[in-house]
């Protein structure tokens, strides 16, 4: 079954796998959302299995919270939990100093809440997620659908004096309607290539009235677990400056392959 991964997915696993080694007995811990989130609920959910861990698990979205539960994953809501002691997600990209953007699959609101409310933030990526700088991936920013329109334009002004090689703005379809956030809002996807400030692009953002929250995830993110196809996987800690070379190994047991939907 392993076999039949492709290399990306390969990578996304075992990125998955060694993050879900640094969760505890007892833990609550951030449940992230995406296709690489989707491979850490699935590792933890064999931890729950095989080893009796006890976990409560606070999902960052509907999808999330379907799988962790079908999986057997105790959940429970943030204002249940109301602090954790970890948050595992995936992100679209990450720069040296671990900024992320993160919203590519629409759940950066909760994301951003959920991991903001942890310990530490572990990201798990494969490596083309890793930029020198962040931008190429479109910045999304959820907006309250209410004169969405308005603070499309608000979004362009404020862009023609940020440090942003392209200002394109779209709003995120599904099909022929705009595509609806867990938290009923629209998706403004930004295409500006490259961001010289993200800091700041961050903080002006949630300045417009009608912006409830962007992807930009600045300080938040304290290690990074890279996965190579090959076995290679790479943690890297912002706090303490140190990177590990290691390798996982790649014999997962056939439970995790059991349900493969996102
Ligand atoms: C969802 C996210 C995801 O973490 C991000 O899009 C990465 O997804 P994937 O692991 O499928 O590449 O931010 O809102």
Redesign the pocket.
Same mark, same amino acid.
């Given at each position: 079954m392993a076999a039949e991964l492709s290399p990306i997915d390969k990578a996304?696993f075992l990125a998955a796998k060694r993050a879900v080694g640094y969760v505890e007995n007892g833990m609550k811990l951030g449940l =992230?959302? *995406?296709?690489?989130?989707a491979w850490m609920v699935r590792c933890l959910a064999e931890r729950v299995r095989e080893e009796g861990l006890r976990v409560t698990g606070v999902p960052t979205?509907s999808r999330t919270a379907e799988l962790a539960r079908s999986l057997g994953i105790p959940v429970t809501s943030l204002d249940e939990a109301r602090w954790l002691d970890l948050t595992i997600?995936?992100?679209?990209e990450f720069d040296p100093e671990l900024n992320l953007i993160? =919203?590519? *699959?629409?759940?950066?609101l909760q994301?951003k809440i959920v991991a903001t409310a942890s310990d530490q933030m572990i990201v798990i990526?494969d490596a083309a997620?890793e930029v020198a700088q962040l931008g190429a991936f479109p910045l999304?920013v959820e907006v309250i659908p209410f004169g969405w329109q308005t603070t499309k334009a608000l979004i362009e002004e404020l862009l023609q004096s940020m440090d942003v090689m392209a200002r394109e703005c779209s709003l995120r379809m599904n099909g022929d309607a705009p595509l609806i956030t867990d938290e009923a809002n629209y998706i403004i996807d930004l295409h500006l290539k490259r961001i010289g400030n993200p800091r700041q692009l961050a903080l002006v953002l949630n300045q417009i009235p009608g912006v409830v929250e962007n992807?930009l995830f600045i300080d938040i993110c304290d290690i990074v677990v890279i996965g190579h196809p090959d076995g290679r996987v790479i943690v890297r800690d912002i706090n303490s400056g140190e990177t590990a070379d290691e390798r996982v190994e790649f014999a997962p047991s056939d439970n995790i392959f059991a349900d493969l939907g996102?």
């Open positions: 996304k =992230g959302t *995406g296709s690489t989130a979205s997600d995936g992100a679209d993160k =919203g590519g *699959g629409a759940a950066l994301e990526a997620k999304p992807g996102d």
